[in-house]
Nanobody
Framework: QVQLVESGGGLVQAGGSLRLSCAAS????????MVWYRQAPGKQRDLVAT???????NYADSVKGRFTISREYAKNTVYLQMNSLKPEDTAVYYC??????????????WGKGTRVTVSS
């Protein structure tokens, strides 16, 4: 089994910054793509940023130039640096990962989320 645990959420004023972390643990041979999603109250869950095993990144238009996704391979951890935060960034942020297990099967996992609230 694999667990993804997010941290770093909280309350911040508009224009501020937060850094989210997501650490994976358990039976892991390799982690392929890691993704941050977010879900605002009453809305669907949307993709925020992705990073592949090779380090290629992709962002939602709404966060380009403000958010940066990165990963620390040795710690099986992905980060989301969020700058110039806006009230519309308020959401629960979820980590998602494609994990290759010891038997070389790939499974997709979700974390439980961390809440980010941006006040105006």
């Amino acid at each position: 089994q694999v667990q993804l645990v997010e941290s770093g959420g909280g309350l911040v004023q508009a224009g501020g910054s937060l850094r989210l972390s997501c650490a994976a643990s358990g039976s892991i041979f390799r982690i392929d793509t890691m993704v941050w999603y977010r879900q605002a109250p009453g809305k669907q869950r949307d993709l925020v940023a992705t990073i592949t095993s090779g380090g290629s990144t992709n962002y939602a238009d709404s966060v380009k130039g403000r958010f940066t996704i990165s990963r620390e391979y040795a710690k099986n951890t992905v980060y989301l640096q969020m700058n110039s935060l806006k009230p519309e960034d308020t959401a629960v942020y979820y980590c998602n990962a494609d994990v290759v297990g010891p038997l070389r099967f790939t499974m997709n996992y979700w974390g439980k989320g961390t809440r980010v609230t941006v006040s105006s």
